[in-house]
């Protein structure tokens, strides 16, 4: 079997002293950094980037896999012990988590993400290892017409599977395009958008860039409403789950883990989705779903399981054709870029001890969350009561020194503080930065397939229908616009219609 | 005046992309187009600029005319004159001194002014642990960055008798 011998070849690579420990550095600062109050993974794995671009690539990587299972380890604890969710796809975990731990079955409840995050990752894990090289290879076959559709794709997809309002986040998406094309031209060398900035000749520096709109703006946010927040945090007691406990999420685990493979390769809201339809089933198919928000340990286990294997297996368009699903792997697709890694199908082939590494390194990861937190969970608690005010300067403080470090270069700092500011005026007018993130990073190689299609065809756009799967992929880019913007377009009509 | 803007947010938030549109339009203006079989540095930029017009149009439009905002709703509106302007402002600030001050004065006083000018930003300022955050930062990204990572940044910039 194949598919053995490459795992031995990801663990051969993964279980060296050094990148076990960088997994393990990663998961505990990671975990560290995600279970303060007001940060989530993107801020999270956005600060500590900088400090992985001195480590060989495989290393890197691993570590900032680390760094993303910890954040999103730590978003659900604070989500369950605070009722304070880090990110979106742990809102769900917080409903029926922080009941539990009001009810004082607090370490039952981290207990039960815990586990279900194993699981799931586990599964999700070795789903990746089957699907990704065959995916890889088809990818292989497409030629720049087909890329440039499979793209757009994406992009629309994740559009419209977010929340929120279609037109603006294309808006956003197109802009991050633009954004992303400054800098030299790569055919002809002209300087674009850079102001006659020598410093902006190498374009936008993306960590600036994510550092801007989901560090410092989201300070600022953070600052906005700073009201007294007295964290009550109880006593975390009873990590171990009774019998009955574990009967009741054996199933929920199994049903999220399925949800959240399947929809985590998804582009756009995979980790959220998964966890809001692994929620709602669980409630459907209970016995007692007047339980679920009072603390039904289901109502747990389920969305993490979901929550954790959807983020393992967004892995997958990232690693097999270099289109990032959401901001974290948009960040994932900037630090290889950075380390010098061109994301797409070529990578398992070409790198394959940096594809399997990683994939091994990720079941490792996941067992290391669960080692470590488990245990620790007393200094997490801890950390959660670390008051805002205190907790935001050295933030700031940690950005700077952080974009700074990446280039030495001053620009990059200022570029940090304007996109700080643009943060904050996007999200105060309901414009999701996130799609913006996903089109800098994919703006540049959307451009360079649209040139390589249209120097095959002779400048003949008509090229992206006449080739079968480029149309198909076009095709369902419109479809999924088209339904999208219908039920909304009839809903604000409706409203319009009862004035 | 209200009766004709029926969703501040969606108006501004329009009139936002345009201008945006038109910015990026104009700067790719300077940049050789080329034909479609060869696109030039402008041709990809361009066509961009318009499709971000036009969603702009989209979201300025929807907002004047669809959704009118009802008096009690607040999530719509800006309520531009309640946003944190001194928080915004002093944070900005503390990352521009510390791009400023990096080069010329060096790692440990540059940190040390951004930390402390951010702590400002808080309403529940204390001058005792804004001096304590500033000075564990700067011993930490002293340990960390210069001492772990190796950059090549003096504590103490030329100015003050740095390197």
């Not at chain 1, 270069?409 to 904050?424: Q, S, W």
Request: proline share 6%.
């Amino acid at each position: 079997m194949e598919i053995f011998d490459n795992l031995a070849l990801g663990f051969s690579v993964a279980v060296t002293f050094q990148n076990i420990f960088y997994c393990f550095i990663g998961v505990l600062l990671g975990t560290l950094i995600g279970v303060l109050p007001g940060l989530g993974p993107v801020p999270t794995i956005a600060m500590l980037l900088p400090i992985t671009f001195g480590l060989p690539p495989v290393s890197a990587l691993i570590m900032l896999s680390g760094i993303y299972y910890g954040a999103q380890y730590g978003g659900s604890t604070t989500a369950i012990l605070i009722n304070l969710p880090g990110e979106s796809s742990s809102v769900v975990t917080a409903i029926d988590g922080y009941q539990m731990a009001r009810q004082g079955r607090a370490g039952a409840a981290l207990a039960t993400a815990a586990i279900g995050s194993f699981f799931a990752g586990s599964v999700a894990t070795f789903l990746l290892a089957v699907f990704a090289p065959p995916l890889a290879d088809l990818a292989l076959k497409f030629g720049p017409p087909e890329y440039f559709a499979l793209m757009v794709l994406g992009l629309v997809a994740s559009v419209a599977l977010a929340s929120g309002s279609v037109v603006k986040a294309l808006a956003m998406v197109v802009l991050g395009i633009l954004l992303g094309l400054s800098g030299q031209d790569v055919y002809t060398g002209t300087p674009r958008f850079t102001f006659d900035m020598l410093e902006l000749a190498d374009g936008i520096e993306f960590v600036a860039l994510a550092m801007g709109v989901f560090g410092i703006g989201e300070i600022v946010r953070n600052l906005e409403d700073e009201h007294t927040r007295t964290v009550m945090v109880q006593k975390v007691k009873g990590l171990l789950l009774s019998r009955d406990d574990i009967k009741r999420i054996i199933g929920p685990i199994l049903r999220g883990t399925f949800l959240g493979s399947f929809l985590g390769i998804l582009p756009g809201g995979g980790a959220i989705l998964s966890s809001f339809s692994a929620y709602s089933i669980e409630k459907k198919i209970s016995r007692h779903p007047e339980q679920f928000g009072k603390g039904a340990i289901e109502g747990v286990a389920g969305p993490e399981a979901a929550n954790n294997a959807g983020a393992q297996t967004s892995f997958i368009p990232m690693l097999t054709l270099g289109i990032p699903s959401n901001p974290v792997m948009a960040l994932m697709i900037g630090a290889l870029i950075i380390q010098g890694i061109v994301p797409g199908p070529n990578v398992v082939n070409e790198q394959p001890d940096l594809f399997w590494g990683i994939i091994a390194s990720m079941w490792i990861g996941n067992f290391m969350l669960v080692v470590l937190n488990l245990p620790l969970i007393g200094i997490w608690v801890r950390l959660l009561t670390v008051p805002y005010h205190i907790l935001f300067p050295l933030i700031v403080g940690f950005c700077c020194i952080g974009v700074y470090s990446v280039n030495n270069n001053a620009i990059d700092v200022f570029t940090m503080a304007l996109f700080g500011v643009v943060g904050y005026v996007l999200v105060k007018l309901d414009c999701e930065p996130a799609p913006l993130l996903l089109g800098f990073i994919i703006g540049p190689m959307l451009e360079e397939y649209l040139r390589r299609a249209m120097l095959i065809s002779r400048g003949d756009p008509t090229v992206f229908f006449t080739r079968p799967i480029s149309a198909t992929m076009l095709g369902l880019a419109i479809l999924a616009l088209v339904v999208v913007l219908l039920p909304s377009v009839r809903k604000k009509r409706e409203e319009a219609f009862q004035e | 005046m209200t009766r004709f803007v029926k969703n501040p947010k969606e108006v501004a938030s329009g009139l936002l992309i345009v201008f945006l549109a038109a910015f990026f339009a104009w700067q790719a203006m300077e940049l050789p187009m080329g034909r479609a079989i060869r696109m030039g540095p402008g041709y990809f930029p361009m066509i961009l600029a318009g499709l971000l017009g036009f969603l702009g149009i989209i979201v300025l439009l929807s907002g004047l005319t669809l959704r009118p905002v009802e008096a009690q709703d607040e999530t719509q509106k800006i309520g531009f004159w309640h946003w944190p302007w001194v928080p915004l402002g002093l944070v900005t600030l503390a990352v521009v001194v510390f791009g400023l001050g990096i080069r010329p004065l060096g790692l440990g006083p540059s940190m040390g002014l951004a930390v402390f000018l951010s702590t400002m930003a808080s309403r529940r300022f204390k001058l005792t642990t804004a001096l304590l955050s500033s000075f564990i930062m700067v011993a930490f990204s002293w340990a960390v960055f210069i001492k772990g990572l190796g950059l090549p940044l003096p504590m103490l910039g030329p100015w003050l008798g740095g390197y």
